[in-house]
């Protein structure tokens, strides 16, 4: 923009395309909008836009296009690594996705379903459930993230081991571009082996390529058949024993394999009185659940088998299976809590990382040896979908130390982590993504050329730089 005056007056145009029951301009009902869930990341924002459709979007974006100005998508605003919040400069708006939100069409036979972006998670779910199917992913933020966010981000969540995360259950995208063009590819189809397979350009591309409006999302058949049990192990090469010994025994039927090590279990008993799951104290656990949609499929009984083997053998130190629907969610709610739980006890560094399933122990050991070397006296706290290889790794500051010094030692910290990832052929980013949080990772512990494609694509898609400027790149 030239100068302030033709900026206000673009933001005045913006507000007749929406028209006057949607936008915010008051930086007062603003606040939700321009800080991030773990409160991080806070921005600053003129306007916050709302369009109905996606034509109206188009006409948002070729103004802003033309006019140079940044926009910001979000779809629920649940991240953790900053993406959907606006830099401080105050010349970005952003849109939001949240009355974009119609279910269009629920097509039982074709296992698919096709809807707007801002359509919230756990609606997608109950839909699915009511045409007598399911959409299989599932995250703590489910009650308030939006599909175009979950799939701009590619999100993993708990049923990955399974079902594959965010980006493997999806067959069409509506996307509109930077100029305002709309890329319409709401394919049903599970093949169509024509050309460049455009979509996975967008999804978790975290809104820098385009936007997301609708898409077409691939159901299942309901599990009718499902027991979940909490295993107790003494050390955590037994954890990937159980887990191959348990794929070996029940083939597909693994729908979870989620750890969590004592010291969560010691902060839920401190911060909302569990009580402990055995009467002896172990090192590990893990959340087992195994699902079919077979009807005379003996699942309890092949989990009661194969962890009676388990226990013969060494690997398993203690386990219950759940006996009901309800005993079954109070074992998730141990898990589910824990993020929340975390996020209000202090402060801490918290590491989304990933490797080959082999080679979690020594990942995990590793880390906590050269934590406590850099920080003296700092409790990790451990949780994860170590069926996938991703572990959720929280050092939390010594009670004695203070932020400041914690804060200090806080890129020490994470370089030491992501160097041990890397080594291990592992990722510093498993399922959260790159936003404002992870960039200079990105540029660190990726190639040269990997980094150019990037570039190319972003500057090919989006040459004036306006979508989600300051984000991934």
């Not at 009511?130 to 308030?144: Q, T």
């Not at 999804?203 to 409006?213: M, N, V």
């Not at 911060?271 to 893990?286: A, L, P, S, T």
Request: charged share 20%; proline share 4%; aromatic share 6%.
């Amino acid at each position: 923009m030239n100068n302030s005056k033709d900026f206000d007056d673009i933001l005045k145009q913006l507000k007749v395309i929406v028209g006057s029951n949607n936008y915010i301009d008051d930086v007062l009902k603003m606040g939700s909008y321009l800080s991030d869930w773990r409160n991080q990341f806070q921005g600053v924002s003129p306007l916050i836009l709302k369009p109905l459709n996606s034509q109206m979007l188009s006409e948002i974006l070729t103004l802003c296009n033309e006019s140079h100005i940044g926009v910001v998508p979000q779809g629920g605003n649940t991240g953790l690594v900053g993406g959907s919040i606006p830099s401080n400069s105050g010349t970005e708006v952003i849109v939001c996705l949240e009355k974009m939100n119609k279910i269009i069409d629920i097509d039982p036979i074709n296992y698919t379903m096709t809807l707007e972006a801002g359509c919230i998670l756990s609606k997608v779910q109950d839909a699915a459930l009511k045409a007598n199917r399911i959409f299989p992913l599932s995250l703590a933020a489910e009650g308030s993230c939006q599909i175009g966010g979950n799939l701009s981000t590619n999100a993993g969540g708990t049923a990955v081991l399974h079902y594959g995360n965010a980006k493997e259950l999806v067959l069409g995208l509506e996307v509109v571009l930077a100029d305002g063009s709309i890329m319409n590819s709401l394919s049903r189809l599970r093949k169509d082996n024509t050309g460049y397979d455009l979509k996975q350009l967008f999804l978790g591309s975290e809104g820098t390529l385009g936007i997301i409006t609708k898409a077409v999302i691939k159901l299942f058949p309901i599990p009718v058949n499902k027991v979940t049990s909490i295993v107790a192990l003494s050390n955590l090469e037994s954890t990937i024993d159980l887990l191959v010994q348990l794929r070996e025994r029940t083939g597909d039927c693994i729908s979870a394999f989620e750890y969590i090590d004592r010291a969560c279990i010691d902060v839920l008993i401190n911060q909302i009185g569990i009580k402990d799951i055995f009467n002896q104290i172990y090192d590990h656990y893990v959340l087992v659940e195994l699902s079919s949609s077979r009807h005379n499929e003996e699942l309890k009984l092949l989990l009661e088998d194969s962890i009676a083997a388990a226990i013969l053998d060494g690997t398993v130190n203690d386990a219950i299976i759940s006996s009901n629907e309800t005993q079954a969610a109070q074992f998730w709610n141990l898990r589910e809590t824990l993020p929340g739980v975390l996020k209000s006890i202090g402060e801490f560094v918290v590491f989304d990382i990933s490797v080959p399933i082999p080679l979690l122990p020594k990942l995990i050991k590793e880390s906590k040896k050269v934590c406590n070397e850099i920080c003296q006296n700092s409790r990790a706290v451990l949780f994860g979908h170590f069926g996938d290889g991703n572990i959720h790794y929280y050092l939390l500051k010594p009670p004695e130390m203070s932020v400041d010094k914690f804060l200090s030692m806080k890129p020490k910290i994470k370089s030491s982590i992501y160097n041990i990832t890397s080594k291990l052929d592992g990722s510093f980013s498993a399922e959260h993504g790159i936003g404002k949080a992870k960039k200079q990772e990105l540029k660190n512990y990726s190639s040269e050329v990997e980094i150019e494609l990037m570039k190319v694509i972003k500057k090919s898609l989006d040459p004036n730089n306006i979508m989600n400027p300051g984000k991934v790149l």
